[in-house]
Structures are given as structure tokens and as C-alpha cells.
């Protein structure tokens, strides 16, 4: 696998992605990803505290990025501190910068349950 590569395994059913590989090369220390139709879940994102602020999670939401764009996948998820974040308020500006929007008012997506979503980038 080339670097800057993620791969989503294809299926309607819940399926956790968390292969060794996208561990190894993006130096995560954990990842959970669920895909149900065209939502692909991202339920944790956990980057090891020596590694944090190294640009390894951004690496890491590009290539998933890329990788839905093709696919035309949309991408979900709430942000959370329990994985060792420091605020929700610096989380959610961290995926704003990925192009997630709030799933609230104008913009809810009743396909999903988290508070921020991304649709696909129209090609």
C-alpha cells in the first residue's frame, strides 16, 4: 500500500475496519470505521499522545477523504474527548478544516445519527 493510501472495505453491512496496516502506516493507535449504504461512521480516531500535534490524524482524514470521494461515500461521526482530545471546540474545527458541517438546522441529514457529516466532493 502506498502512503497517503486508505482503504474502505465495501458492504451494506456494519462492518469495523481497524487493519493492522492503516495502523502501521499512518502510526495510529486506533481507528474504528463502520460503513451502512453510502454512510461510512467514523467512531474512533485515536492518535498515540507521543504522536499527537505530528500531522499523523490529518494524514489519515486525507486519504479516508480521497477514499469516500471516489467512492461517493458520505462520511459521519462525533467528535469526542475520551480518546484523549483536549476540547470538543478544537475537534470540531479539526474536521470543519476536512469539510464536515454540523448535521443540525438547515443542513441535517436524517440518514445519520452523528453531529457532523461531510457529503462527497462532486467530481
Known amino acids: 500500500m502506498k502512503s497517503g493510501e486508505c482503504t ?3 458492504g451494506d453491512d456494519e462492518i469495523i475496519i481497524d487493519p493492522p496496516f492503516i495502523l502501521e502506516q499512518f502510526r495510529l493507535q486506533k481507528v474504528v470505521l463502520s460503513r451502512r449504504g453510502r454512510v461510512v461512521t467514523l467512531g474512533q480516531l485515536v492518535v498515540e499522545p507521543a504522536m499527537r500535534c505530528t500531522g499523523i490524524g490529518s494524514s489519515f482524514m486525507g486519504a479516508l ?11 459521519a461521526l462525533t467528535p469526542d474527548t475520551c480518546y484523549g482530545a483536549s ?12 469539510g464536515f458541517r454540523e448535521n443540525t438546522g438547515r ?6 445519527n452523528e ?3 461531510r457529503l462527497p466532493a462532486e467530481s
Open 107 to 112: 443542513n441535517i441529514n436524517f440518514l445519520v
Open 8 to 10: 474502505i472495505i465495501p
Open 65 to 75: 477523504i480521497r477514499e469516500a470521494d471516489k467512492e461517493g461515500l458520505i462520511l
Open 87 to 98: 476540547s470538543l471546540a478544537r475537534l470540531r474545527r479539526f474536521y470543519r478544516r476536512f
Open 115 to 117: 453531529s457532523m457529516l
